[in-house]
């Protein structure tokens, strides 16, 4: 067996009882390797290394272990020394290699002692991250036969580190591909200046707002956007995160101010977390309705230094519903309001006015012959003349409504007879321009109108308009040597 020499200057029990990983190697061999390669004209020996990994073995191979404590054995699960001996070739393996390429190169430049991050394997498997601290022995420079090596093991740590750089990779991937809009922000000069203002004694924030509207604006001023996904830049056109952040006096303007402020009083009472839909402007100046989710993250409800944004794009349904709003309320063939809002409107003139209300009832002559000659595409095509005739002729207040297949009517708010007479006189007028406008049959209306006076029945109105119009239809008939009815 061979003899190992005591320790030079350090305490047998102090080496065996130490806390840390401690070697004693013989770095000789390692000198004359590199006298060998540096003979056949290796300048970077890294280099050399990873062109040659082979060379990295033999480097490996160089070095003799003489002597290990107890926590090595330990950390090594190593019965004793000659076990971890016969077993070094377990030990240093694999992408260890890699990771002694700062050692060496340490080494070869001339220094005496080196540090060095690497992995080494224990005989049970076990991968071991380990901080590395190697010195030539005082005496022993010139040969490098006595290397005391220290081992730190942080393997807990660095798998800490890189779960959470896992971790953050995750979340990262998941920011950035989320499929809504996401925006970090920092609200923490917003919370300062609420802050500012309950010092003040102020609180009732509504009023203060009312009465310092500029407080919104300056609020607003004050969010620092830290972070945005790619959705976020492709939902406002922005070709960069940079460009967007630039611009976002164009997203948040108009109606933003007002939602803004609504937001300002959620956190006045401490409403963390808030859910409203708002208006943004994407870069090209297109209204979006978006859906907002806002919340104080976790952790900042301090300072309100990380808040988190989701914006959805509902601008396809506010579309949806406002256009299902308007089929509820316009007739779809002409565009003018419908026989349902006609009858809401009537009901809110009787309740509250303002009186007197005209009445004006209309029905179109001729469309029963026309759909029989022409077919109902005829028909419908001089319905929808009148209903040009009539949205032309009417301006708020007013109403003009289709009531049935070929009858319409007007209602004029505060309108009285002459009123009445002159809206007939003008759409007399417009019938004459459209008719000139299109070839073919012309457009004929029978027009009947009604006042009603306060206190008065507005159906009653409503009741004799239509008599007044049956009358002039039969009128036009009787000229025009016709059956009302008949083709």
Not at 152 to 168: G, K, V
Request: one cysteine or more; charged letters at 25%; proline letters at 3%.
């Amino acid at each position: 067996m061979t003899h190992i020499s005591p320790l030079p200057n350090i305490d047998e029990s102090m080496f065996d009882l130490a806390p840390v990983s401690l070697w004693l190697e013989d770095y000789s061999a390692v000198r004359t390797l590199f006298e060998r390669w540096r003979a056949e004209g290796v300048d970077d020996v890294v280099a050399h290394l990873r062109s040659q990994p082979q060379c990295m073995a033999e480097y490996g191979a160089s070095i003799r272990v003489l002597k290990v404590n107890r926590r090595t054995l330990e950390l090594f699960s190593a019965p004793d020394l000659q076990a971890l001996q016969a077993a070094l070739a377990q030990v240093f393996k694999g992408d260890m290699h890699e990771h002694a390429l700062p050692e060496v190169e340490q080494l070869w430049s001339g220094a005496n002692a080196f540090t060095n991050q690497t992995v080494n394997y224990a005989l049970d498997g076990r991968r071991l991250d380990v901080h590395i601290r190697g010195r030539v022995l005082p005496g022993h420079e010139e040969r490098w036969d006595r290397v005391l090596v220290s081992l730190e093991d942080n393997t807990a740590e660095l798998q800490a580190q890189r779960r959470l750089r896992e971790s953050e990779n995750r979340a990262r991937a998941l920011f950035e591909h989320s499929p809504v809009s996401l925006w970090v922000e920092d609200f923490s000069q917003i919370r300062h200046l609420l802050g500012e203002v309950r010092a003040q004694g102020i609180s009732d924030l509504r009023t203060f707002l009312k009465v310092h509207p500029e407080f919104v604006e300056r609020c607003m001023r004050e969010i620092r956007v830290l972070d945005v996904n790619r959705l976020t830049l492709q939902l406002f056109g922005a070709g960069s995160k940079e460009e967007l952040l630039s611009l976002t006096h164009k997203v948040f303007r108009g109606e933003m101010r007002e939602s803004f402020a609504e937001q300002l009083l959620d956190l006045w009472e401490g409403r963390l977390f808030q859910q409203r839909e708002v208006v943004n402007y994407n870069l090209g100046g297109d209204a979006l309705h978006i859906h907002m989710q806002f919340a104080v993250l976790q952790g900042h409800e301090n300072d309100w230094s990380r808040v988190l944004l989701s914006l959805v794009d509902i601008t396809a349904r506010k579309k949806a519903e406002a256009y299902l709003e308007y089929l509820g309320k316009h007739d779809v063939l002409t565009s003018l309001r419908n026989r349902a809002f006609f009858v809401e409107e009537l009901n809110r003139l009787a309740r509250k006015g303002p009186w007197p209300v005209g009445v004006l009832a209309i029905d179109l002559n001729g469309l029963k012959a026309l759909n029989d000659e022409e077919g109902h595409a005829a028909g419908d095509a001089m319905l929808r003349r009148a209903g040009e005739v009539l949205a032309k002729a009417v301006d708020e207040p007013a109403c003009a409504a289709r009531t049935g297949g070929d009858e319409f009517c007007i209602l004029l708010p505060g309108g009285d007879e002459r009123s009445a007479r002159a809206m007939i006189e003008r759409l007399l007028t417009l019938q004459e321009l459209n008719n000139q406008f299109y070839p073919g049959q012309a457009l004929s209306l029978s027009i009947g109108m009604a006042v009603a006076a306060s206190g008065e029945l507005l159906e009653a109105a409503v009741h004799q308009a239509d008599q007044a119009m049956y009358a002039r239809k039969n009128q036009y008939y009787a000229e025009q040597g016709l059956e009302r009815r008949a083709s």
